[in-house]
């Protein structure tokens, strides 16, 4: 693992070429259901921005949940088209290949899942603990959150069985759809229904 830290300039200079080699800045998905992803992407930040700026300065837990949802959203927004996984994903490969482990890239895959894991596990965490007062109120979106996550990492992974998993079709639609517009929709249902609530009532 330490090997894989130490990259000298030239070693990025040709990390850089064969990636370019691999991936190249373009729509990742000109599909139609491709860009019916990103406006509901695009949809729900829109609705999370618009519940942020409605919702009381205190206690900030919840504001600042909502603001992290749009940051999210909008990332993943951009990121769907510019396919920014693929990009880290053919940098790794070049890596691998580079310094001589490709052969055995299985096992940095698992300690990369499970750093990853264990990093957005203690910032979900922190999330959980900053949101405490308000966690029923927001817990659709959360479980969106988490449903989106894990789709978009095991996408990056790209596990070859995995990826045939997901790729399959149910009544004409792929499993990646589902499961991807599910998380979406989660998040702006909730993110909806918190603006009916305070529109109704007022901000509490």
Known sequence: MNDILRISWP???WIATCTSDHWQAKIGDPHLMGWITVLAYALTCALAFAL??????HPRGQRFFWSFMVVVLAF????????LQSL????????????????ERRGVQVTAILSFIMLTGFYGLILLWIIRKAF????????????????????????HHVDALIGQSIAGLRMNWILELSG???VAVNAAALLVHIRRTGPT
């Open 11 to 13: 070693d990025l200079q």
């Open 52 to 57: 942020r700026r409605r919702l009381p300065r």
């Open 76 to 83: 993943l927004a951009v990121n769907k088209q510019l396919d």
């Open 88 to 103: 880290a994903t053919a940098a790794a490969r070049c890596t691998a290949k580079l310094q001589g482990w490709y052969a």
């Open 136 to 159: 029923w109120q927001n817990a659709v979106a959360l479980l969106g959150l988490t449903a989106i996550l894990a789709f978009v990492l095991v996408r990056a992974v790209g596990f």
């Open 184 to 186: 979406i929709a989660l």
